[in-house]
């Protein structure tokens, strides 16, 4: 077997927090939102696209429970900008930064990474492309 990329990445949200995934995702990020059939009520989730071959479905639910260090660290998205330009679109969105490495290792390498945490308590990195 040969894998090739993520195709998608299930996360849990409240079921009350759409419109905050949407304004973290879509509006502070950046990252495009497809919900046209959750809103149709003909799929329980919806996406945020990260490119044309990778999504999060994110499922809104009763029964979310915050992530924990224990089961959850993050997950890493790459992304065009360098790390500078990536800390000031976030300033720019009023998102706060975790932290900055200069070069974790990832799966194309090393290069620079701003880590976030989106309103449910989910860490992303965004990296740097190698």
């Given at each position: ?103 974790p290792l990832g799966a194309t ?22």
């Open positions: 077997m040969r894998a090739r990329h993520v195709d998608h990445v299930n996360l849990r949200i409240p079921a009350d927090g759409a419109d905050d995934a949407r304004e973290f995702y879509g509006e502070a990020l950046g990252f495009g939102i497809e919900d046209a059939l959750y809103a149709a009520d003909e799929k329980p989730f919806f996406d945020v696209r990260l490119s044309a071959t990778a999504v999060i479905h994110l499922w809104p639910t009763d029964e979310f429970e915050p992530p924990e260090r224990m089961n959850y660290d993050h997950v890493a998205v790459v992304v065009e900008e360098p790390v500078d330009e990536i800390e000031a679109e976030l300033a720019e969105a009023g998102v706060e930064v975790e932290k900055t490495l200069d070069s390498g090393e290069a620079g990474a701003v880590y976030v945490r989106d309103p449910f308590g989910y860490r992303v990195e965004l990296k740097a492309r190698v």
